[in-house]
């Protein structure tokens, strides 16, 4: 072996840092192998959505965690409307918007103190 390959493998290496990343996953409701995990990565800042189909990973979505709330407050949306309760088409106008607007200002302020804002 050359005598500077040799030097190159007796270099100090830094401590490795192993983080466990939290990751819930949520079964698809055709319940056909499918899933959506959702796991939060510290050390990049960032949500990771992936999709998967058995132990085959089909794509993945990177969300940093400052545009987290917006995905929350369409979430918190789309169950304050009322019409999306699965049930045969209607034509009805859409839900109060001052429902949504509530359900949204409620969850905004919840979130805002698990993340250690001021909640306004």
């Known amino acids: 072996m050359d005598e ?7 270099c100090p290496m830094s401590t490795p840092v192993v983080l466990r ?8 409701r055709r319940n056909d192998g ?10 990049d800042d960032v949500f990771v ?3 998967w189909r058995g ?11 400052s ?3 917006d995905l929350l407050v369409a979430f918190a949306r789309g169950l304050a409307d009322r019409s999306s309760i699965w049930s045969a088409p209607s034509y009805s106008p859409r839900p109060d918007d001052r ?3 509530r359900e949204t200002d409620g969850l905004r302020r ?8 001021s909640g306004t």
């Not at 990343?21 to 698809?28: E, I, L």
């Open 4 to 10: 500077s390959m040799q030097h190159a493998h007796h």
């Open 21 to 28: 990343a939290a990751t819930n996953v949520f079964r698809d």
């Open 34 to 43: 499918r899933a959506l995990r959702v796991t939060w990565h510290p050390v």
């Open 49 to 51: 959505l992936s999709t």
């Open 55 to 65: 132990e085959i990973c089909a794509s993945t979505f990177q969300i940093n965690r």
């Open 67 to 69: 545009d987290v709330p």
């Open 99 to 101: 429902v949504a607007a």
């Open 110 to 117: 919840r979130l805002s103190r698990f993340l250690g804002g």
